[in-house]
Structure formats: C-alpha cells, structure tokens
C-alpha cells in the first residue's frame, strides 16, 4: 500500500499527509473485512523494507511512499476465525 502524497497535499497542504495515513488506516479496515467475508487468512505489516518494496513497486520512495503491506492467503487449518484452535 502506498500514498501518492501529491495528490492529497495538493489539496489539504501539509495536512494531506496526515490525511494520507488515515486514507491507510481505512483502507486496511475494508480489507479485513474483505478477507474475513472470503473467508481468508489477513495481516498487515507495518515492518517492511520500504526501498526494497518501493522498488519492487516500481514507485518512488519520496513521492510515493510504501506505507503497509497488507498479506492475504488461505485461513490456516490453525485456528478458526474466532482464534481457537481448530478441532
Ligand atoms: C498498522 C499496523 C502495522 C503492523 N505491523 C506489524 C509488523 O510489522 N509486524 C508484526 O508482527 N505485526 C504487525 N502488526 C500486527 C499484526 O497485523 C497483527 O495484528 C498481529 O500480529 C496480531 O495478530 P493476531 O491477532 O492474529 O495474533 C501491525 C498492525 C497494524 C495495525
């Protein structure tokens, strides 16, 4: 997940950047719900390499910066979506 901070701080000035995050925050929320209405495995991390994904992005790291990555797969046999363990 990355920002364009032109974008929004073109609009809301400094501001935007803050604006920005918030954009994230939300958009981390939609996906878990996406994930857990497919009934998939979800996590996000915020520890990443942010040159190295950048690159692997394809972006700029200051004009669009990595800000999450967010990892989807299928639900593990572990645990059911309550988080005990599966019977
Ligand atoms: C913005 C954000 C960034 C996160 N970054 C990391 C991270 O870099 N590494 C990590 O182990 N957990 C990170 N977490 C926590 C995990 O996403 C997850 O919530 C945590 O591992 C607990 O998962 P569980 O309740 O399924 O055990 C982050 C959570 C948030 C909200």
């Not at 604006?19 to 994930?35: E, N, R, V, W």
């Not at 394809?58 to 990555?69: D, K, M, T």
């Amino acid at each position: 997940m990355t920002s364009v901070l032109k974008r929004t701080m073109a609009k809301y000035l400094h501001r935007g950047y803050r604006f920005a995050l918030y954009d994230c925050g939300a958009l981390t929320q939609s996906l878990y719900l996406a994930g857990t209405a497919l009934d998939l495995d979800t996590c996000v991390v915020g520890g990443i390499y942010d040159d190295e994904l950048s690159r692997f992005l394809g972006v700029n790291s200051v004009e669009e910066p990595a800000q999450l990555a967010f990892l989807v797969g299928p639900r593990s046999s572990g645990c059911d979506p309550e988080g005990n363990p599966a019977s």
